[in-house]
């Protein structure tokens, strides 16, 4: 439904020339909701520009649907009211001056030939429906709540009923309970329309909640495209894990590969470790080992062998508590829960399990 191939965008400054979109290749199918991650300046928005076509880009092509809506080598370009695309952005651009229904209007007054005023009628109060703001036809647009403005700013997305809609960090007006709220129903209404999303974000936990699929930027290019599991589980460089969710590194060599369904070996700053995630990884050779403190438990000093060491620090987090322990040459932080009996100074076995362990090129 969505289709980016081969996306570059240079702007011109006076600094010299910013190259923000660095050869962008996305496939979204009918259906999906598709997000961008990555931080501040990674390309994201641009991209998302280029898409409703805000920006012109300086290379690539564009489809929507069946549509060519950009090509750069044939020098196509659609403008953006002739796309199929609805727009949902972080300033939510409601019309002050205007009504609720006013405002959901607006996209359906400005078409051209005219829609008949009983159809918009129609269509105003079945998007209102759908974002549960029915009776509030005739309130001024600012009298509404965040939360309630963020739904408006959607009515007027989907009442256009364009098959793709666009969002550019729609939720991050909000406080955070309302943006947790607001997550599964956004994900709800979309996939119950059957639209097809692109959703940009630096928010890792709207990307993991919301998404069937993740692309993560940095500098104007994917760095990984996966699943929201496997993106956390399997992130393939240090930038993708730590940008992520947290996560502890250490050096390591790989002592003895992973074979067939078996275990490898490992020496790392920690100690010696098992993994059983297969890699290309070889014996002897150098590498990044990588493990999330959910999956560091603690457990009594000289059991089974484990590696020993000593907790530094710790820190209560409501549902967790997290510590930092010293092991090996180095330090992991490790996340246990809050009635495990944890002390500064006291002895203890880290244990690790082989499924748990990612090992990324050093
Ligand atoms: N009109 C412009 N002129 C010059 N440089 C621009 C322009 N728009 C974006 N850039 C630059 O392009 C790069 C990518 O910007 P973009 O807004 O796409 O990033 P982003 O990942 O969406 O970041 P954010 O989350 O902060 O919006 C940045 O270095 C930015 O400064």
């Not at 692309?215 to 240090?238: F, K, L, T």
């Not at 000289?302 to 549902?319: N, Q, R, S, T, Y």
Request: with cysteine.
């Amino acid at each position: 439904m969505i289709g980016i191939d081969d996306l570059q965008v240079r702007f011109n400054t006076e600094k010299g020339v910013v190259h923000a979109v660095r050869g962008v290749t996305i496939d979204v199918a009918a259906g999906e909701f598709y997000t961008l991650l990555g931080p501040s300046g990674c390309g994201k928005t641009t991209t998302l520009r280029c898409l409703a076509g805000l920006e012109r880009p300086t290379g690539g092509r564009i489809t929507v649907g069946n549509a060519v809506v950009h090509d750069s080598g044939l020098g196509v370009s659609v403008p953006t009211h002739k796309r199929d695309i609805g727009m949902v952005f972080q300033s939510y651009a409601i019309w002050p001056h205007l009504t609720v229904f006013e405002n959901v209007a607006f996209p359906l007054r400005e078409k051209r030939p005219k829609i008949d005023e009983a159809v918009i009628r129609d269509r105003v109060a079945n998007a209102l429906e759908l974002v549960q703001l029915s009776g509030y036809e005739s309130r001024p647009a600012p009298f509404l709540s965040g939360g309630q403005q963020q739904r408006l700013a959607l009515a007027r997305a989907i009442v256009r009923e364009a098959s793709v809609v666009l969002f550019d960090e729609p939720l991050s007006n909000l406080d955070a309970k309302l943006r947790a709220e607001t997550r599964l129903e956004l994900r709800k209404l979309v996939k119950r329309l059957g639209m097809t999303a692109l959703y940009v974000t630096h928010d890792q936990t709207e990307a993991l909640t919301m998404a069937d699929r993740v692309a993560v930027m940095r500098d104007g290019e994917i760095v990984q495209e996966a699943s929201p599991v496997e993106i956390y589980m399997r992130p393939n460089s240090r930038f993708v894990a730590s940008f992520i969710g947290q996560c502890n590194f250490a050096g390591g060599t790989v002592r003895r590969a992973v074979n067939g369904s078996g275990v490898g070996q490992l020496e790392t700053e920690w100690g010696p470790m098992q993994y059983s995630v297969a890699t290309e990884a070889e014996a002897g050779e150098d590498v990044t080992v990588a493990v999330r403190p959910e999956n560091v438990r603690l457990i009594g000093p000289g059991a089974d062998g484990l590696p020993e060491g000593e907790i530094v620090e710790k820190m209560f987090l409501g549902d967790c508590v997290e510590c930092r322990v010293s092991v090996g040459t180095a330090h992991i932080f490790a996340r246990v829960h809050p009635s495990q009996a944890v002390e500064v100074g006291q002895r203890i076995g880290v244990d690790i399990r082989p499924e748990d362990v990612a090992l990324l090129s050093a």
